[in-house]
């Protein structure tokens, strides 16, 4: 089975403060992605990598960069947390090719909390 | 530009019995894949079922199913026996043909099975 894990469920830090979120897969999957989820917003993605040091803004990338060095590791970094990135994010892993339809594997979240 | 709707906030069905998901959605592109997941309180998101715009039979995995009608643009999950388990939020997403697509996800439903 595919694991996708998330470094922390919870996380409180205070606004100003630079977080980083990591994510770590056991798949060698090529593309990763990070999320945000807000209620009745659904899933928003903030940026993905389709390869080791390639990175794609997303939707929403106003206020986060992402680090890939590694394969396996695709991180999140709030450059300076306000209260507006208080959110849950998810991170998520998909193979490439053939065809369509490899689905995203996903880790179990982190709860943020900028106080 | 892609996007998924679901129009349904909130669900209530009785246990045992079967309930339609409501996903529609929006694209110029010829080959896409739409896919639905499960979210659990817990936050994991859990893969269910796949329909590729190719696909001449509708997919069916277990007790899901998936209505897709293309000429409507619509890709509706049924699930069949209801399960207290089956109580979580569900979102509907969608994927264009190439191999690093970004995949676009609705608002989500959140489905509640009654004792």
């Known amino acids: 089975d595919v694991k996708v894990t998330q470094s922390s469920r919870y996380l409180v830090k205070r606004t100003g403060e630079k977080v980083f979120l990591e994510c770590v897969q056991d798949?060698?999957?090529?593309?990763m992605f990070w999320y945000r989820q807000d209620p009745g917003l659904g899933l928003r993605l903030i940026y993905f990598?389709?390869?080791?040091?390639?990175?794609e803004k997303g939707d929403i990338p106003e206020g986060y960069s992402v680090s890939r060095e590694k394969k396996e590791r695709f991180s999140l970094i709030l450059e300076s947390a306000s209260t507006n990135q208080t959110s849950m994010y998810l991170c998520?892993?998909?193979?490439?090719?053939?065809?369509?339809?490899?689905?995203?594997?996903f880790g179990d979240g982190t709860r943020l909390s900028i106080l | 530009a892609q996007k998924i709707t679901q129009t349904q906030p909130g669900m209530f069905v009785q246990e045992k019995e079967a309930v339609t998901l409501d996903c529609t959605y929006d694209t110029s592109d010829p080959s896409y894949g739409l896919f639905w997941y499960k979210q659990p309180s817990s936050g994991e998101m859990i893969f269910l079922i796949y329909?590729?715009?190719?696909?001449?039979q509708n997919a069916t995995e277990g007790r899901y199913s998936l209505n897709f009608q293309k000429a409507r643009k619509s890709a509706n999950l049924v699930i069949s026996a209801s399960q207290l388990g089956d109580s979580a939020m569900y979102f509907c997403a969608m994927r264009k043909d190439t191999n690093a697509g970004k995949s676009t996800f609705g608002d989500g439903t959140t489905l509640t099975v009654k004792p």
């Open positions: 998520a892993s998909r193979p490439v090719g053939p065809g369509i339809n490899q689905p995203q594997h």
């Open positions: 798949m060698d999957h090529e593309n």
């Open positions: 990598s389709y390869d080791v040091k390639m990175k």
């Open positions: 329909q590729g715009s190719y696909d001449q």
